[in-house]
């Protein structure tokens, strides 16, 4: 039982509690990276490899090729959004597939969360459902193709505002080039 002061009835104390939380708030996230994935439908063989996605993967790359930070390929990943055109299958921590609904072709997303080296990284995975995904000639890299990914195969969509700055970063994962631009 509270403890109520004596005043009158026009001037009632008001008492106002809040809870606080114990845990850690996983909407806070250290980086919201963007990834853009070619993906093949229908694919062939029906597991094919252009379908393969790989999320702590995609982030180690990210941190080691544009922030120059090793954090290993341990860690964990879940589902915060999955895609509405398709399924994630197989183990998130790993290798995993993107399957498309048949018979579609366009863009579709999935937004996971990936606890990598102490980091809690948004990832959003935009995948472009296309027949068939182009490449194999030399020289030839659908991902720097601006049709395809118009901002490149991985970059930054922000940083945790206590960073050191808010510059987006795009880089290519294959060949380690990197541009950068500021918002």
Partial sequence: MVDMPDVSSQYAPVMIAQASRATQDKSTTDRTI????LIENPPV???TAVNVISPLGSISDYFQNSERLALGLRGKVSVLEGPKHGQLRGPL???????????YHGPDRATLLVEIGGRIVRAIYFFNVMQSVPGGTEGYDPYDDKKYCPKGAMWKISLNPSGQNGRLIS???RNNSQRTNEP
């Fill in 34 to 37: 963007g990834i853009c994935h």
């Fill in 45 to 47: 063989p029906p597991e």
């Fill in 93 to 103: 921590s790993g290798d995993s597939l993107y399957v498309p609904t048949p018979d």
């Fill in 171 to 173: 880089f290519h994962t």
